[in-house]
């Protein structure tokens, strides 16, 4: 059974910085994609950053390039994105997802969902 949990979520300033993890277990981690989504209230969701873990290669929304990094570590089976540069607009709940199922990183279509994780930027 496909499990991710996340953690890390929490009230950061704008000027501060927080990383979000993400453990994946009973899933196949190599050479697949995981990637962080974001949902605000009354927004849509939206995909944030995403990594393909069979080579490294990261993806990131417009929105977030040169303020996220995604990461991961293929021997805890954990993907990370750090948020070092937030902003009060980045104020949302978290996901992470597994395996897109059309092998594209950037898609929002994956296979599986963690519960998510609130994460609040005031200034």
């Known amino acids: 059974q496909v499990q991710l949990v996340e953690s890390g979520g929490g009230s950061v300033q704008a000027g501060g910085s927080l990383r979000l993890s993400c453990a994946a277990s009973?899933?196949?981690?190599?050479?697949?994609?995981m990637g962080w989504f974001r949902q605000a209230p009354g927004k849509e969701r939206e995909g944030v950053a995403a990594i393909y873990t069979g080579g490294g290669s990261t993806y990131y929304a417009d929105s977030v390039k040169g303020r996220f990094t995604i990461s991961q570590d293929n021997a805890k089976n954990t993907v990370y994105l750090q948020i070092h540069s937030p902003e009060v607009e980045d104020t949302a709940r978290y996901y992470c997802?597994?395996?897109?199922?059309?092998?594209?990183?950037?898609?929002?279509?994956?296979?599986?969902w963690g519960q998510g994780t609130q994460v609040n930027v005031s200034s």
């Open positions: 009973g899933y196949t981690y190599s050479s697949n994609c």
């Open positions: 997802a597994a395996e897109s199922r059309s092998g594209w990183c950037t898609s929002d279509d994956y296979n599986y």
